[in-house]
């Protein structure tokens, strides 16, 4: 059963209570010990991989200079029967034919190697896949196991300190509360903006003469003076 | 990226505006960073850290907090709403709903950032997006 199933049906029957492990801490550790196998076997296959692939190297190599040979001392054979050596023209053409019989070995030899490679290829391929695999299935039982101990964490913080879950009501409260705060405070900051560039306006009205008149002591002065008069 | 080395990282870092503040959990083995964005300590941000990634996790509601006839409903909306909500999903853990984000170990302090602004952000909208279900 892959993991996730294993998860699904524990949380569908309410086993995921806090501090209740889903798969016991010693499945983990045999699950992490089944991986590093795996990654020891994988390292072991390449080195193979690799020792094959050069052996396969050096059979075609010697495949090649047989043909070599093959070819050369073909070329002596039909000097010799050009110089109606027969015997040793004879004796060229069982070399030949010794070159030959070794040449049929190696490129059976060839064939076990080129298969083997694609096998472990194939292998490796798949012990890749089986790796990634299990530490993508690893990964969801640790984090499950990590959520839980830092909901344990979460939870032990606000039961102990002021700072316990409120309803959600009292905090979506207090965040409109907090939202309509900040906006009072920029619609203040504002005003208070606005009130200070209408004050520098008046103050320039005011030396032009412009706007209201100032009452000056002066005039003061002078309609009391003109009550007097009366 | 260590929890620690983003903890001390996140104390100077600020992006999208938004500023953080963080502190460690760690009773029972197991690393976790508490982060708050912006002040926004309603609803903060539990980092946490396994081999292979780093999860963003912010509680949302308890089950009981919703109308228990209209629970198959939400969780029919939330499975809708997964695809569309910018990088962060919703969950379930226990009895808690949550909403989440995964990064790789690899990610750098920008990307674990916008993450976490993200989800930030998404967790209030997700909040006043369900308000209807809660329950009075």
Redesign the interface.
């Known amino acids: 059963m892959s993991i996730l199933k294993k998860l699904f049906t524990a949380v569908k029957g309410g086993v995921?209570?806090?501090g209740e492990g889903i798969v016991d801490a010693n499945a983990i550790r045999i699950f992490e010990q089944e991986i590093r196998d795996a990654q020891a076997a994988l390292s072991d296959a390449k080195r193979s991989l690799t020792e094959v692939m050069a052996k396969e190297i050096q059979t075609t190599r010697a495949i090649k200079s047989l043909d070599e040979d093959i070819a050369k001392h073909e070329t002596y054979a039909a000097q010799a029967l050009d110089k109606d050596e027969e015997a040793l023209a004879l004796e060229i053409a069982e070399k030949i034919a010794h070159f030959e019989q070794e040449k049929t070995e190696q490129q059976q030899v060839l064939n076990t190697f080129t298969t083997s490679v694609s096998k472990l290829k194939e292998q490796i391929k798949q012990a890749e896949k089986t790796i990634v695999e299990n530490q993508r299935q690893l990964?969801m039982v640790?984090?499950t196991e990590?959520?839980q101990?830092?909901?344990?964490?979460?939870n032990?913080?606000m039961a102990s300190g002021d700072?316990s879950?409120?309803?959600?009501?009292?905090?979506?409260e207090?965040?409109k509360q907090?939202q309509m705060d900040k906006q009072d405070q920029l619609d203040a900051a504002q005003q208070l903006a606005e009130e200070n560039s209408d004050k520098a306006l008046h103050d320039k009205m005011r030396a032009a003469g412009i706007g209201e008149e100032v009452t000056k002591g002066a005039d003061v002065l002078a309609r009391i003076r003109a009550k007097q008069n009366k | 990226m260590e929890l620690n080395e983003l903890s001390i990282k996140l104390s100077q870092y600020e992006t999208e505006g938004a500023s953080f503040e963080s502190f460690f959990?760690?009773?029972?083995?197991?690393e976790?960073l508490?982060v708050i964005v912006d002040?926004?300590?309603?609803?903060p941000i539990?980092v946490?850290?396994?081999?292979?990634?780093i999860?963003c996790?912010c509680?949302?509601?308890?089950e009981q907090?919703i109308n228990a006839d209209k629970q198959a409903e939400l969780n029919d909306t939330l499975l809708r709403l997964n695809v569309p909500m910018p990088l962060s999903a919703f969950a379930k853990?226990?009895d808690?709903y949550a909403i989440f984000g995964a990064l790789s170990t690899n990610s750098t302090l920008d990307q674990l950032g916008h993450e976490i602004v993200t989800l930030s952000a998404n967790s209030?909208d997700a909040?006043?997006a369900i308000?209807d279900y809660?329950s009075e």
Do not use: P
């Open positions: 995921n209570e806090v990964s640790k984090t990590s959520v101990k830092a909901t344990m964490a979460v032990d913080t700072s879950m409120a309803s959600a009501k009292q905090s979506l207090r965040i907090r | 959990i760690n009773n029972v083995g197991q976790v508490q002040g926004n300590d309603e609803l539990f946490t850290r396994t081999d292979e990634q999860l996790i509680y949302l509601f308890t907090e853990i226990d808690k209030i909040l006043e308000s809660l």
